[in-house]
């Protein structure tokens, strides 16, 4: 079964800077997608970042040069560093993955096939 778990999140000023991960128990294709969702109250789930392994990213235009996606020496493990944090930034995160996957890093939700638990980043002003 596999599983995706992350970590990181809480609370954290405006301007301020969080980092998630998100570690696959089940890692077995070299051809994969994986990025970070988000979704505020009463809002949908939105794409932020992703990455494929064709090393292409893909950002949603509110985070771009603020937030960078990245993975660890073990392509099973991928991050995301958010910085100069604002207030609309504050929603659940989530992890997501899927595998095999040909092509360029995409941010459309129904690519995914597995997800993380979701960890809570709260921005305050």
């Known amino acids: 079964q596999v599983k995706l778990v992350q970590s990181g999140g809480g609370s954290v000023q405006t301007g301020g800077s969080r980092r998630l991960s998100c570690v696959t128990s089940?890692?077995?294709?070299?051809?994969?997608?994986m990025g970070w969702f988000r979704q505020a109250p009463g809002k949908e789930r939105e794409g932020v970042a992703s990455i494929a392994s064709d090393g292409s990213t893909n950002y949603v235009d509110s985070v771009k040069g603020r937030f960078t996606i990245s993975q660890g020496d073990s392509k099973n493990e991928v991050y995301l560093e958010m910085n100069r944090l604002k207030p609309e930034d504050t929603a659940m995160y989530y992890c997501?993955?899927?595998?095999?996957?040909?092509?360029?890093?995409?941010?459309?939700?129904?690519?995914?096939?597995?997800w993380g638990q979701g960890t809570q980043v709260t921005v305050s002003s």
């Open positions: 997501a993955a899927v595998w095999p996957w040909i092509g360029y890093a995409s941010l459309h939700k129904a690519n995914f096939h597995y």
């Open positions: 089940v890692f077995t294709d070299n051809s994969y997608l």
